[in-house]
DNA sequence: TATTGTTATACTCTATAACTATA
DNA sequence: TATAGTTATAGAGTATAACAATA
């Protein structure tokens, strides 16, 4: 089997693997690595709109909104009126959700220096450049849509 | 924020812009982007008991179960009873479930070719290397086990 | 005693479509 | 017309615990 056919899976499989460590770690303090992830786009940039939360984590609007119901019901995160866009909605942290987001942080620690310890520091900084490259490649969907001419379409 | 930071982040958007692509790419033949992990893996490894392809995939084997269920039903695998350990049961590709296996593989080609194009070949090859070296030390609880002595537990 | 698998159960994430309100 | 968000709805994956059968 030659790489091509072996990325996806390796991706995959590593990324279940952080992804079930992470789960279970944080499980002991109340949220999924999931739920971690949208408090740590939070964390890095108040008050966003749920759109541009989506679009950040990334994941998708109405799970996105699934996800701060039940944040929201833990007191960690606060929706609010967008102060220009009626349309739009505000999500920050609450001050219990900023210090829940350090707790679980810190619980964390462990877990990525694994990862990092698992190989040298410039390939650590050669593995975050070329799976930014791959994640960039997949969402341009404009390449695919040019690849099948119109006439050969049904 | 440093690399260590990082590439759990990285990781995880890497893998859904993966997994998004496939799912949508893949709805269209009937199957889920893990339904089609499932079957690759069986299509290199028949006939596996259900906790080897568990450990292969990999995923949690009642996870395994729940998907071999809704597998069995679309008749693209067989389970039957292992020759040898009376516990066990053999989960197999059906002939419906081998074909099904290779369309799959070919309305998803595209989409492997994408992200192997978007770096160069010798990059891909570095990029799954390092996504084992991680996906391994992740799975190595052991390391983790021995870090908090035991003075200083609860 | 340990292991394979089943069953029951519950929760989170995911996503689509129809809808309201606003830009 | 397009965009932000809600609602309803559904399905898929995930995982734990109690259990039966077998190694």
């Given at each position: 089997?030659n ?37 740590a ?9 749920q759109?541009?939360l ?6 998708d609007?109405?799970t996105v ?34 210090a829940?987001?350090q707790?679980?942080?810190?619980a ?19 593995l975050?450049?070329l ?6 490649s ?9 690849v ?7």
């Amino acid at each position: 089997m030659n790489t091509k056919d072996e990325l996806p899976l390796a991706l995959r499989a590593a990324y279940h693997a952080l992804h079930r460590r992470s789960d279970t770690r944080f499980a002991e303090h109340g949220v999924t690595a999931d739920q971690f992830v949208l408090l740590a786009t939070l964390a890095r940039g108040d008050a966003l709109t749920q759109r541009e939360l989506a679009t950040r984590m990334p994941s998708d609007p109405s799970t996105v909104r699934a996800m701060l119901v039940l944040l929201e019901k833990s007191g960690y995160v606060l929706r609010d009126n967008h102060p220009s866009d009626g349309r739009a909605r505000t999500v920050a942290l609450t001050k219990k959700g900023t210090a829940k987001f350090q707790e679980v942080w810190k619980a964390g620690q462990s877990i990525r220096d694994q990862m990092v310890n698992s190989i040298s520091a410039s390939e650590s900084k050669t593995l975050v450049v070329l799976l930014r490259k791959v994640a960039e490649s997949l969402a341009d969907f404009s390449r695919v849509m040019t690849v099948t001419p119109p006439e050969n379409r049904n």
